[in-house]
């Protein structure tokens, strides 16, 4: 269980200390009037909404600094291609998109392929209504294998620029040093942006948080970063302490997943339940949660949760951490830290590690 947003939307969701960098937080065109327009409009539609039984917008944030706004909610591209048709891959987009959700994830070697080319099929005539983001999957190879996959990518979700792109799956120690190599996938980033192919540019990892800083210490001016974030992590390897303070003062936008631990386990085994984790993970200063959904039950679950999402207090929050805590201590609700089970088979190649299941134990 798990678009083009620049328009400003009418229920926004205001995250712990997420700082505003809209264009009418910074001053921009006579903001105060808009806001107040902006405040009657509200009033207004959440009026006709209550006539109507409509249901409540999903809220959006600002990614970082970068003037976008995406919901709160994301759709992950993995399970997307887990689905039992591209029908229904097609189906739940498009219920995805009717109901507000404008953040979607995909990454070049999910599913052979196949996520993306899915995705693709499913936006035709939607394209401008989200924020596409997906992943370059060089694992350490250069950057001309960077934009090879660029190239893939853009044909299988038949669009001509994508809003962000990612290096994905940065989890072991020497990546840094291979990224940011000359000639490698960071100097690809730079160059599709500069294209035109790209708008946005930020790297994943789920392994250790000392990774992620060693790839901050570079300077490169990411726009995002992606990481679990989840009641759990607080006591191992702790994303939220240690990288989500760098990121707000550097105004980097945070994206957020394994809100539920990977494979929703600690649900399956009453821990916590499907709506306190997601809210807990929605509650941090990030700019969307990314969630693997791979039904239209649990799209409409996560739907609902987004819908009347208000923040958890710091005190709820703690009351959570400190329930978890005996549970998670050790990593073992967190296997994507503490295993190898959650490294993709191309990336342990290419890092000279036989696939998971060929592995003895």
Not at 144 to 159: N, P
Not at 290 to 318: C, K, Y
Not at 323 to 352: I, M, N, W
């Amino acid at each position: 269980m798990q678009g083009l947003a620049a328009v400003r939307q009418p229920h926004d969701a205001p995250p712990a200390r997420l700082p505003d960098r809209s264009h009418a937080a910074r001053g921009h065109g006579h903001a105060e009037g808009r806001q107040r327009h902006v405040g009657n409009e509200v009033d207004r539609r959440s009026f006709l909404q209550g006539l109507a039984g409509a249901p409540s917008p999903i809220p959006r944030r600002p990614l970082g600094r970068t003037g976008e706004r995406v919901s709160i909610l994301g759709l992950g591209g993995y399970h997307l291609g887990t689905m039992p048709s591209l029908q229904e891959a097609i189906a739940l987009v498009h219920e995805a998109i009717d109901a507000g959700l404008t953040f979607f994830d995909n990454a070049w070697e999910y599913h052979d392929g196949r996520s993306e080319e899915w995705l693709g099929h499913a936006l035709q005539g939607r394209r401008d209504k989200v924020f596409l983001m997906t992943k370059v999957c060089t694992h350490g190879r250069d950057g001309k294998v960077a934009m090879r996959q660029l190239d893939d990518s853009l044909a299988r979700l038949r669009t001509d620029h994508l809003d962000l792109w990612q290096i994905h799956e940065v989890v072991y120690e020497n990546d840094p040093e291979l990224h940011f190599a000359r000639g490698g996938v960071v100097e690809a980033l730079a160059q599709a942006k500069k294209d035109g192919k790209v708008r946005f540019v930020g790297f994943t990892g789920h392994k250790h948080p000392a990774i992620h800083l060693k790839m901050l210490a570079h300077g490169f001016p990411f726009d995002t970063v992606q990481m679990p974030l989840n009641c759990f992590d607080g006591t191992y390897r702790s994303f939220e302490q240690q990288v989500l303070p760098e990121l707000e003062r550097r105004g980097i936008a945070a994206l957020g997943m394994k809100s539920l631990g990977g494979d929703g386990q600690p649900i399956l085994h009453g821990v916590v339940n499907a709506e306190e984790a997601l809210r807990y993970a929605m509650s941090l200063p990030v700019a969307t949660t990314i969630s693997g959904i791979d039904s239209v039950d649990v799209l409409r679950q996560n739907l609902a949760i987004a819908r009347g999402f208000t923040p958890m207090t710091p005190e709820a929050m703690q009351a959570l951490r400190s329930r978890c805590a005996p549970y998670a201590a050790d990593g073992h609700l967190e296997l994507f830290k503490s295993t190898k089970r959650y490294d993709g088979a191309v990336g342990r190649q290419q890092h000279g590690y036989p696939p998971a299941d060929q592995l003895p134990l």
